[in-house]
């Protein structure tokens, strides 16, 4: 989760500090040039008051001589120290004065454009913005007035290289400024995810745990959202009613059945008092030996489920290749009488954390459905592999096998195919497998095997859970 809600977070962050970054590089380019507009205003509106009483430039008055020679001075030396044009024009275009000599009006583009603005009395106040990366110069003209009328214009066409770095500049600033914010927000994105998901992933885990059978787990008290905090509450209180709900059913099965063992005892001794005063090989008589034999079994065997449901596993580093072998071995004399070969292969020196006794105990649940459904002349093989993490045992029979709709439905309590009801069982073996399995993080699998019969998987894990 907190790699998909991290990369929104940035996008969104990213999002909003280009959106006050592009205004904020925007104001910097324009207060630069505006900057330099306004100083090359002051410079002009300087010349043309020197300019306006300047009236000719043949020489024959004396005081306008002078004046336009001061006027010369001073733009020579405007030009040199700046490095700026600049010049003096009159309304036809010719120069009264202008530095570098022999520069001209411009022709076209922006000074041709401010030249002609300023002809009509109007200073350049706003020409187009120069970025960092065009090579344009800027040009400002300003109007010569005497007497109300435009007698002549000053234009300036200044180098736009310092400003361009100045705004090149300003815009690193602001780059530097705005990935110190992305860092500092990413860094605050991280801290905000862990704080908002950490509840959530512990949630998660024992949640995960609750589902494999471990239900003591609870959520501990950790940070987080008060929401969080609350449903994590409600969460440890509903574990602990479904986990007292779960006991209370176990209590009552492994009661009732324990209690239930008594009557049926003397039941099944009133029977066999009762058959002494029958006939000899009474048939119904003998129906109702084997239908309380049966129910003495399923009451058993509910027991051993619920046991199995309540007691936790004994965890040890059990060698799984050797238990296979034992009991294969205690298996082999039934297998011989029902004429079936049972066949122990693979590995032998698997190791796995299990609870001996309850592996065991699966191992021969397992061996005895497959033997039960395995006719003469067939084989069952036991076979034990290690698959990355988990040790596995795989018992395999060449009995009729299960359909799809049986296969999904094999393991559940009770349950037994309809072709399979006359042969001896309660239902409960596999139940009871998985259960003891399960509380050590075992598992039972089940699937076809060519080209018939049944293949079971027991799996426990190589690591200590």
């Known amino acids: 989760m907190r790699t998909r809600l991290l990369p929104l977070l940035i996008f969104l962050l990213a999002l909003v500090l280009v959106a006050f970054g592009f205004p904020l590089a925007l104001s910097v380019a324009r207060a630069q040039q505006q900057r330099v507009v306004v100083d090359r205003i002051d410079d002009t509106a300087r010349f043309a008051a020197l300019a306006q009483f300047v009236t000719a430039t043949d020489g024959n008055d004396t005081n306008s001589a002078e004046r336009l020679t001061t006027l010369e001075e001073e733009l020579t030396r405007y030009s040199t120290l700046y490095g700026i044009k600049a010049g003096v024009f009159f309304r036809n275009g010719t120069a009264m004065a202008g530095a570098p000599t022999g520069w001209t009006v411009p022709a076209k583009g922006e000074g041709y454009m401010a030249f002609h603005e300023a002809l009509a009395g109007r200073r350049s106040h706003d020409p187009a913005q120069v970025w960092p990366w065009q090579r344009g110069r800027l040009v400002v003209a300003s109007p010569v007035v005497r007497e109300g009328d435009v007698i002549a214009v000053v234009v300036t066409d200044s180098p736009t290289g310092s400003m361009r770095s100045g705004t090149l500049h300003g815009w690193l600033l602001i780059a530097a400024g705005e990935l110190a914010a992305m860092l500092l927000a990413v860094g605050a994105a991280f801290r905000l995810t862990g704080w908002v998901l950490r509840p959530v992933r512990v949630l998660d885990a024992v949640t995960h745990d609750i589902a494999t059978g471990r239900m003591n787990s609870r959520v501990a ?87 199995a449901e309540h007691a936790a596993a004994d965890l040890q580093l059990t060698d799984v290749g050797a238990l296979v072998a034992e009991r294969v071995a205690a298996w082999r004399p039934l297998a011989e009488d029902k004429g079936v070969r049972l066949i122990a292969d693979g590995s032998t020196a698997a190791t796995g954390w299990a609870d001996p006794v309850a ?19 067939e084989e069952v093989r036991v076979t034990v592999a290690t698959d990355g993490p988990r040790a596995t045992v795989t018992v395999t029979d060449r009995g009729p096998g299960l359909t799809d709709e049986e296969l999904s439905r094999i393991g559940d309590r009770f349950w037994r195919a309809g072709r399979h009801q006359n042969i001896k069982g309660s239902g409960l073996g596999l139940s009871i497998s998985r259960a003891l399995l399960a509380a050590g993080g075992g598992t ?22």
């Open 221 to 307: 008290a950790a940070g987080g959202p008060p929401e969080l905090r609350r449903l994590a509450h409600s969460f440890n209180e509903m574990a602990d009613n479904v986990e007292e709900v779960l006991e209370q059913q176990r209590a009552f099965v492994a009661d009732a059945s324990h209690q239930l063992r008594n009557p049926l005892s003397a039941l099944l001794l009133r029977i066999e008092l009762l058959a002494l005063e029958l006939p000899e090989g009474n048939e119904e008589i003998a129906s109702v030996r084997t239908e309380g034999k049966r129910l003495a079994q399923v009451l058993d065997d509910l027991l051993g489920l619920a046991l």
């Open 359 to 377: 592996l065991s105990s699966a191992l021969d649940a397992v061996i005895d459905n497959a033997l039960k459904f395995t006719p003469e002349g």
């Open 444 to 465: 039972i699998a089940y699937a076809h095997h060519a080209p018939h019969g049944l293949c079971v998987t027991v799996t426990v894990p190589r690591t200590q859970p």
